[in-house]
Structures are given as C-alpha cells and as structure tokens.
C-alpha cells in the first residue's frame, strides 16, 4: 500500500524562526509532490509544488525533494503565527490521485 | 471568483437519509476530484473524472456512494442511506490534467446523527 508519513507534531518554533516540516513516500515512481496548509475546519490550500530533485523557492517557502532518499520537505523562513496551520504533504502516484499524509501541526508563537 | 466551489457547506442528517453534495470546478479544468477528510487525518481519495468519464473509484467508496459528472462539467456525490462513519469533510478537488496541480474547493461538512 501506498504511504506518506508526516510527524503529526505540534512542532513548536518561535516567531522569526525557520520551520522544517518532513515527509517520507514509498512509492519510488511517484512524480509529483505537494504540500498544502490546511487551518482549522477549512480545505487545503497550495503552498508549494515540486517535481525535480533540489530545491525550489517561492517567497518565505523552500520545497525540497530528494527522489533517491523518498523524501520531500518544506521548509518556512522567518515564520509568523500566522503560519500556524496543519501541513499536507501530497504525492501524485502513476494513477493521478494524491495520497497525503497525516499532515504536521505548526505552531509558531510570538 | 473563479475557483472550486462546493455546496452545501454544511449538512447535517439523520442516520438512513440520503444526502447529495454538489462541486463546479473551475472552469476549463477537465479532472475533478473527491476526497473525504476525517479529524486527524489527510484526504483520502474517493473517485475522480476525465471530463464526464469517471476514471477510478476507491475500495473506499462502498454502493452506497454514487458520483456523476453529466456533461463533464459539476459533480454530485451522493451517499444513501447514511451511517454515522460518513461524518466528514468531503473534499472536492479540480486539475488540468492527470499530474497537474489540485486545487480544492472549501468542502461539505457531514454530520450524520
């Protein structure tokens, strides 16, 4: 069966700092990769996609993704509480859907 | 606002009701997606369409569950006789293709009581 694995947290960082979210997949023909934010009773929303091994930036966020290793993280620079959100990371598999993890609880206080 | 819209947004029913949920992706998109999300939990993929064409479908997805896309444009998915386990979110998402980006809809909250 097809998995992705998140540490569900909370993972705590103060206000300022950088924010490193994990994700792990098993299937090794996965192509595509996301993570989504997800606050509290409302639907994921992108943050981030990635396809290539390396890094790709996009303002405060950095997707890393190492296809060798099954690995992919987000990482947030200069965290704000707003950030406080649940994390999805998101592997498209060779069939076209999206598996998810469980997703990591952020908190980051002031 | 050109994104995927879902309605209701809430729905709360007794147990061996039927409930019908509807989703309009955006526009242009041919893939559209549905996902039910439990507390605690990420998404989990229930079915999805190329166009009016329903591709795959969930062990997930018992007979009670029923989804169509006439005419390639909004979905409805529709659960019979509802049990207490389908409390929860269901998802709505839409892509260009196969691989590309899902964007999701804000979701139908079901309660079942």
């Known amino acids: 069966q097809k998995e992705v694995e998140q540490n569900s947290g909370p993972l705590s960082v103060p206000e300022g700092a950088i924010a490193s979210l994990n994700c792990t997949y098993s299937?090794?023909?996965?192509?595509?990769f996301f993570w989504y934010r997800q606050y509290s009773g409302k639907s994921p929303e992108l943050i981030m996609f990635i396809y290539s091994n390396g890094d790709k930036e996009d303002g405060r966020f950095t997707a890393q993704l190492n296809k060798a290793s099954q690995y992919v993280s987000l990482l947030i620079r200069d965290s704000q509480p707003s950030d406080s959100a649940t994390y999805l990371c998101?592997?498209?598999?060779?069939?076209?859907?999206?598996?998810f993890g469980t997703g990591t609880r952020l908190q980051v206080f002031p | 606002d050109t994104g995927v819209s879902q309605d209701p947004r809430h729905k709360i029913t007794k147990r061996g009701q039927n409930v019908t949920f509807r989703c309009d992706p955006i526009s242009e998109h041919n893939r559209l997606y549905w996902y039910r999300q439990t507390l605690g939990q990420g998404p989990e993929f229930l079915t999805y369409f190329q166009n009016e064409a329903q591709l795959e479908k969930s062990r997930l997805l018992s007979d009670r569950f029923s989804a169509e896309r006439p005419k390639g444009s909004f979905s409805t998915l529709e659960i019979q006789r509802t049990e207490q386990g389908d409390s929860a979110m269901y998802l709505c998402?839409?892509?260009?293709?196969?691989?590309?980006?899902?964007?999701f809809g804000p979701g139908t909250r079901l309660t079942v009581l």
């Open positions: 299937d090794r023909g996965s192509q595509s």
């Open positions: 998101a592997v498209n598999d060779n069939t076209d859907k999206l598996i």
């Open positions: 998402a839409s892509s260009v293709g196969g691989q590309d980006t899902q964007y």
